[in-house]
């Protein structure tokens, strides 16, 4: 897989999608196979590397913005403080949180929690991130908004690997995996995955519905 | 030793309560109201003298596990748990994390207990005040470690407390603490015999009632300094990365 791009995991409800990130971010262990990451199997070693967003906003509610965003950077071992401040605001700045970073999380709206979650995912600068379902019950406007963000860090080189379940994320990625059932119906850009369906004007949409189509004839 | 790590997580698990002023406000006022009700009940104050030691092994065995539990819960069920264990911090250091946070809360709510019963309600101790306090410190570490080694076993809230009658109500019956263990039938002395709260009552009673030193219960400490390491040894390895869930 290409470094410093975002890589759509697109798929209903229930494909795999969640199973398959808590497997490379080690929650779970897989009961046959093996998980490569960087070249590594998943351990605490190669934590600092990765970045995790899970669905649930998972925050500490009676803590602030900035709390809670500082005790993620302590987590992952920011350990001097000048470095540490400048990250967490960074962060903060990066969700546009920082004019909101004294208030507690629970008075804040489910976008706002969203963006503060990816704050704490993204505090040390990991290489590579986990997203889970990162855009779930936005709004479009925020969901854009949230595009720009993760574009902001590929450019910085990051490798995003970002699951949903609509096609409007899929435009954004480089690269994609339909997954059904428990498994990749098909991979590839987004480009190559439109033009399998042999039709010009076909969407994202079309394509996904071409491979389940074509999974099914099989 | 602490690590840094340990220590970053007890730091939040205090600023957590800390802005949280209303259980911050509960954690202090419960045990004054608790143990007044207690205090007035008792028409004896000779009564009240032998049950004292016993109650306030009972009570910081209460307060500290229900706190720890449900807090530690509450770390998995808003899935702060699942990023905690993707990041490079350790199973043991999340545990003693942990310890440290909420052995200062209850810490605190037994002191009160301790001065309350003591100079309140006018209970007749022998024993060094200091010696029932080093003594309470290691029943607390004990209650902590094994509310956090329960939480691991209910998914939500509600399964938590259901375990309050099943772990501590039973200890109260069995551990001494309203009638002498000799007076049991045989199977239910083994019983006791296993359990923490038993040597936390016979402990607190010799130093309270009996004037002996942290020396004499020598046996005790130990039995309750190791169900401590035990216990929180079985609470980290029960936090399986996968048991986020």
Redesign the interface.
Known sequence: MPRGISFGLLGPNGAGKTTLIRLL?????PGAGTIRILGQRPS??M??L?G?M??????????SVI?NVD??A????L?DKAERARRVEEAIRLVDMWTRRND?VQKLSGGMKQRVSLA??IVHNPPLLFLDEPTVGLDPELRVTFWKYFTGLTKQGATLIISSHTMDDAVHCGYLAFMRDGKVIARGSPGDLKQATGSPEATLEDAFLHFVRQGAAE | MIS??AF??AA?VI??LV??RRTLALILIVPLVVMTLIGLSFPEGSVLDYIAPALLATLALFFSFLLAGISFLRERS???M?????????RGDIVVGYLFGFFTFALTQTLIILLFTIYVLDVHYYGDLWQIFIFQIVVITGAVNLGIFTSTFARNEFQMVQFIPLIILPQVFLCGVLWPVEQMPDYLQWLSAILPLTYAVDGLRDIMLGGESLIDVGVELAILAGFAVLISTLAALTLR??A?D
């Open positions: 971010v080690g929650l779970l262990r605490r070693k934590a600092r990765i995790y899970p669905q649930s906003h998972s925050l500490y509610a009676e803590l709390q005790f993620f302590r987590i992952y071992r350990t507690a704490c995912a | 840094s790590q970053t997580i939040r600023q957590q802005r949280d808003q899935g702060t699942e990023r905690l264990m993707v990041s490079p911090v350790s990365r996968g986020a």
